[in-house]
């Protein structure tokens, strides 16, 4: 959310969150998520296919519709049009595109830019069965997901972010077998330390790194390696029953603050003041996500035949 904010249009109020923002904090946070999904879905061991792709649907696609909605009407409303697309109006195939997540795709134009990466965890989710089924093959499985990999590196550069899910899914597999380091608190601290100086580089490269070709490539292997490092201590790590409880109650609203939050960034774009802006943006979404997961919740039980 800060790196987007850091992205809007509106160029005082980006610069704000852009002077303490890492350029690629947001990398880091999808990297993570691809991650955690694999992870996950791994977690999940024995599937019946139907049920999983019925949970997944129902997961994501309705309340990305109950936004789009929302996002169509709220455009129209301030801006008499479609603020989203390059001439303000907008036809049955970006709907159905934008509905069903696939925008990014087909190329499609997107009412929400964060919802690019819907496009690619349904792709990866769609793949799951599969890939679920080479793990248990062992080593002769590397042959098949690194064709996979490979397929998906010419269709859209998804590569990096498949290799992320599959240590996600290889990660959870082999959990059992992680050794712990003798001195584990002091490799974490020094985790936290090579954490801390990598993003400080990554905030002021433009200072250290004007020549430096490779700078890109360079993050995205600190990022790999940080995402991989800090999992693994966070996967030691014991936490009392009040932290456990604040992290349910972000992880049930985190989905739909990732799909509110982009549009309301472009519709309060108009406004100047950091202060006023910044307590609108925290005040609006929260009441979105709130609004949305109530509506989201109606419509599950209308659809699951629940109550």
Same mark, same amino acid.
């Given at each position: 959310?800060?790196?987007?904010?850091?992205?809007?249009?509106?160029?005082?109020?980006?610069?704000?969150?852009?002077?303490?923002?890492p350029l690629n904090a947001g990398n880091i946070g999808v990297l993570y998520?691809?991650?955690?999904?694999?992870?996950?879905?791994?977690?999940?061991?024995?599937?019946?296919?139907?049920?999983?792709?019925?949970?997944?649907?129902?997961?994501?696609?309705?309340?990305?519709?109950?936004?789009?909605?929302?996002?169509?009407?709220?455009?129209?409303?301030? %801006?008499?049009?479609?603020? %989203?697309?390059?001439?303000?109006?907008?036809?049955?195939?970006?709907?159905?595109? $934008?509905?069903?997540?696939?925008?990014?795709?087909?190329?499609?134009?997107?009412? $929400?830019?964060?919802?690019?990466?819907?496009?690619?965890?349904?792709?990866?989710?769609?793949?799951?069965?599969?890939?679920?089924?080479?793990?248990?093959?062992?080593?002769?499985?590397?042959?098949?997901?690194?064709?996979?990999?490979?397929?998906?590196?010419?269709?859209?550069?998804?590569?990096?972010?498949?290799?992320?899910?599959?240590?996600?899914?290889?990660?959870?597999?082999?959990?059992?077998?992680?050794?712990?380091?003798?001195?584990?608190?002091?490799?974490?601290?020094?985790?936290?330390?090579?954490?801390?100086?990598?993003?400080?580089?990554?905030?002021?490269?433009?200072?250290?790194?004007?020549?430096?070709?490779?700078?890109?490539?360079?993050?995205?292997?600190?990022?790999?390696?940080?995402?991989?490092?800090?999992?693994?201590?966070?996967?030691?790590?014991?936490?009392?029953?009040?932290?456990?409880?604040?992290?349910?109650?972000?992880?049930?609203?985190?989905?739909?603050?990732?799909?509110?939050h982009w549009p309301i960034t472009r519709f309060l774009n108009s406004i100047?003041?950091?202060?006023?802006?910044?307590?609108?943006?925290?005040?609006?979404?929260?009441?979105?996500?709130?609004?949305?997961?109530?509506?989201?919740?109606?419509?599950?039980?209308?659809?699951?035949?629940?109550?």
């Open positions: 959310i800060l790196f987007h904010l850091s992205t809007v249009p509106n160029l005082k109020i980006a610069s704000i969150f852009t002077n303490f923002v998520f691809f991650f955690r999904s694999g992870y996950g879905l791994y977690q999940g061991k024995k599937y019946n296919w139907m049920t999983y792709f019925k949970k997944r649907f129902f997961k994501i696609i309705p309340a990305l519709v109950i936004t789009m909605i929302l996002t169509i009407v709220a455009s129209w409303l301030i %801006f008499n049009k479609i603020i %989203f697309t390059q001439d303000g109006t907008i036809n049955l195939k970006t709907l159905l595109a $934008n509905a069903l997540g696939i925008q990014s795709l087909i190329n499609e134009h997107s009412l $929400n830019g964060a919802t690019w990466f819907i496009s690619v965890i349904l792709l990866f989710y769609l793949l799951f069965p599969t890939v679920y089924w080479l793990s248990k093959k062992g080593l002769i499985s590397l042959v098949p997901l690194s064709i996979i990999t490979m397929v998906l590196f010419l269709f859209r550069g998804y590569h990096y972010y498949f290799m992320m899910f599959l240590c996600g899914i290889f990660a959870a597999k082999y959990q059992d077998k992680f050794p712990k380091p003798k001195y584990f608190r002091l490799f974490a601290v020094f985790m936290v330390i090579y954490a801390s100086i990598y993003i400080y580089f990554v905030i002021n490269y433009k200072f250290f790194f004007e020549e430096f070709v490779y700078i890109t490539k360079l993050q995205m292997i600190n990022d790999f390696l940080i995402i991989l490092n800090s999992y693994y201590v966070i996967s030691f790590a014991k936490f009392n029953a009040f932290i456990e409880k604040i992290f349910v109650i972000i992880s049930n609203y985190s989905y739909y603050l990732f799909l509110v100047n003041n950091v202060l006023i802006y910044t307590s609108l943006f925290i005040v609006i979404t929260l009441l979105s996500c709130f609004i949305i997961k109530t509506i989201d919740g109606l419509t599950q039980r209308v659809f699951l035949w629940k109550n």
